[in-house]
């Protein structure tokens, strides 16, 4: 059974940095693609990045595109998200997924961590 368990979220302030970790269990990797979702307050669910455990290869919503970045620790089964530049509209709870294939649709993971809340005031 997949665990995806989430940490590191909190409150800054724009223009400050914010990492997030997210810590897996009760999967092979390597045939996995790991990645962030966020929802903010009355908005549908956003793609924000994933990559492929097996290579690294990552892709970014274009909405994060040159602030976020993704990595993996394979040792410690860890994905951590990199928020840079953080801006109010990144305002939002994010998620850890994970599933047999990269996606930018939200709704087709199958894997979801609890969620960790981030606040970025203004």
């Known amino acids: 059974q997949v665990q995806l368990v989430e940490s590191g979220g909190g409150l800054v302030a724009a223009g400050e940095s914010l990492r997030l970790s997210c810590k897996v269990s009760?999967?092979?990797?390597?045939?996995?693609?790991m990645g962030w979702i966020r929802q903010a307050p009355g908005k549908d669910r956003e793609f924000v990045g994933a990559l492929e455990w097996s290579n690294g290869r990552a892709f970014y919503g274009d909405s994060v595109k040159g602030r976020f970045t993704l990595n993996r620790d394979t040792s410690q089964k860890t994905l951590t998200l990199q928020m840079n530049s953080l801006k109010p509209e990144d305002t939002a709870v994010y998620y850890c997924?994970?599933?047999?294939?990269?996606?930018?649709?939200?709704?087709?993971?199958?894997?979801w961590g609890q969620g960790t809340r981030v606040t970025v005031s203004s």
């Open positions: 997924v994970a599933d047999q294939a990269l996606t930018t649709s939200p709704s087709l993971y199958h894997d």
């Open positions: 009760g999967v092979m990797l390597h045939r996995y693609a």
